[in-house]
């Protein structure tokens, strides 16, 4: 199954800066790849599916503005947080579909990274 | 939302018990996923069911599903403490690309 590399696992920042974080397809490529936010005891809710070579499409209430995510290569796309708030804590994990067929079938996920705004 | 609902929300049970886990979804589907999450890391993928199939086994896990309730269970075996972890059901939205997962059941297996 593939691999999916995310970086970094923890990061902790002040109000106002923004933070990157990269998922990566290590053994195959990816032409899509899904962002999630998940709050504490609760599900993942879809922010935005990434499309290498174009822009990534978002999921309704989530600011594209806010959440800059970039699919510059067949295995990485980032996720920036501009203008972090505290509001934005959360866990943020990606994901890459792995099954045949439709895109859809068994994602192989990121570790996840836990993003903490003082 | 067209969010599943998993029930219980919370389940702890003794090694070697069996633990089921129910999930309710609102549309019609291709298929339904079952993932599992421990604490703090990212999702593993258990077990795909399509809608054409009432029954699914893999190891200890046992899914069933039915179209006509939109209910999927997912059953686990003689549990061990290892299987402590959360578990998601996920299904397709209305035939995009999209997995939209289930609230989940925190599961909990005493030694």
């Known amino acids: 199954g593939a691999v999916v590399s995310q970086h970094p696992s923890r990061v902790i920042c002040k109000s106002g800066t923004s933070v990157k974080i990269e998922c990566r397809s290590l053994?195959?490529?990816?032409?899509?790849m899904f962002w999630y936010r998940q709050f504490p005891k609760q599900s993942l809710m879809l922010m935005a599916t990434s499309n290498e070579g174009s822009k990534a499409t978002y999921e309704q209430g989530v600011e594209k503005d806010k959440f800059l995510i970039n699919h510059a290569s067949l295995t990485l796309s980032t996720l920036t947080v501009t203008s972090a708030h505290p509001e934005d804590s959360s866990f943020y994990i990606c994901?890459?579909?792995?099954?045949?067929?439709?895109?859809?079938?068994?994602?192989?996920f990121g570790s996840g990274t836990q993003l903490s705004v003082l | 939302s067209q969010q599943g609902e998993e029930d219980p929300q919370a389940l702890s049970i003794q090694e070697g018990e069996n633990a089921t886990m129910n999930c309710s979804y609102k549309?019609?589907?291709?298929?339904l996923q079952w993932y599992r999450q421990n604490s703090g890391r990212g999702l593993v993928h258990l077990i795909l069911i399509r809608s054409n199939e009432r029954e699914k086994h893999s190891g200890r896990l046992r899914v069933t599903l039915d179209t006509s309730k939109k209910s999927s269970s997912l059953l686990i075996t003689a549990s061990r403490a290892a299987d402590t972890a959360s578990y998601f059901c996920a299904t397709d939205a209305s035939n995009t690309d999209k997995l939209i997962f289930g609230t989940g059941t925190r599961l909990q297996v005493f030694p």
């Open positions: 549309t019609s589907i291709n298929n």
């Open positions: 053994d195959f490529q990816a032409t899509t």
């Open positions: 994901s890459v579909p792995g099954g045949l067929g439709q895109t859809n079938e068994k994602l192989f």
